[in-house]
T-cell receptor, first 115, second 110 residues
Framework: EAGVAQSPRYKIIEKRQSVAFWCNPISGHATLYWYQQILGQGPKLLIQFQNNGVVDDSQLPKDRFSAERLKGVDSTLKIQPAKLEDSAVYLC?????????????FGEGSRLTVL | DAKTTQPPSMDCAEGRAANLPCNHSTISGNEYVYWYRQIHSQGPQYIIHGLKNNETNEMASLIITEDRKSSTLILPHATLRDTAVYYCIVKTGANSKLTFGKGITLSVRP
């Protein structure tokens, strides 16, 4: 079974530029999550989708971050404009259905460096 | 969701059992204990979860105390590949999010 796919694996940009990350969850997984992991810390949930609807985006900095999950499959996370403190690994995860929300499958992440 | 407390780090010898402790003294009756691990440069990986009873799977065993205020993740025969950050997380059922702390760094030495 294919895992959660993310791209790009690495991205370096200058502050105030924009960046987009893509995630393809495991086939059939209805719930998709974006987490931000700053070096030395545990992952922090940014946004959670159930199919193509947003369940929780309370910790998403909406002035600069946006995410969408069109058609309830792939998802894109965008940052515009980026700040130095956005340097982190962005992890995408999926779960089979909402009732199994504790058993997440994570991708390898996209590492962002903002200079 | 209840907060968890884990030591920052521990080590064990390869081939020996690794016992990773977690304190969750404010856990409520409907909250589950989850364990994940994160190997360097990879995403977190689900290990096991439990509510009251001890649980075992192919990766590990989870021992939850009778009062549910603490738990221990046991890796029965640690290998070098088990070196990782291990996260103990308490959450309610379907509608609460998975909140990661800093975890415990396990170093398995040859």
């Amino acid at each position: 079974e294919a895992g959660v796919a993310q791209s790009p694996r690495y991205k370096i940009i200058e502050k105030r530029q924009s960046v987009a990350f893509w995630c393809n969850p495991i086939s059939g997984h209805a719930t998709l999550y974006w987490y931000q992991q700053i070096l030395g810390q545990g992952p922090k949930l940014l946004i959670q989708f159930q199919n193509n609807g947003v369940v929780d985006d309370s910790q998403l900095p909406k002035d600069r971050f946006s995410a969408e999950r069109l058609k309830g499959v792939d998802s894109t996370l965008k940052i515009q404009p980026a700040k130095l403190e956005d340097s982190a690994v962005y992890l995408c995860a999926s779960s089979l259905r909402f009732s199994l929300a504790g058993e997440l499958f994570f991708g390898e992440g996209s590492r962002l460096t903002v200079l | 969701d209840a907060k968890t407390t884990q030591p920052p780090s521990m080590d064990c010898a390869e081939g020996r059992a690794a016992n990773l402790p977690c304190n969750h003294s404010t856990i409520s009756g409907n909250e589950y204990v989850y364990w994940y691990r994160q190997i360097h440069s990879q995403g977190p990986q689900y290990i096991i979860h439990g509510l009251k009873n001890n649980e075992t799977n192919e990766m590990a065993s989870l021992i939850i105390t009778e009062d549910r205020k603490s738990s221990t993740l046991i890796l029965p025969h640690a290998t070098l590949r088990d070196t990782a950050v291990y996260y103990c997380i308490v959450k309610t059922g379907a509608n609460s999010k998975l909140t990661f702390g800093k975890g415990i760094t396990l170093s398995v030495r040859p």
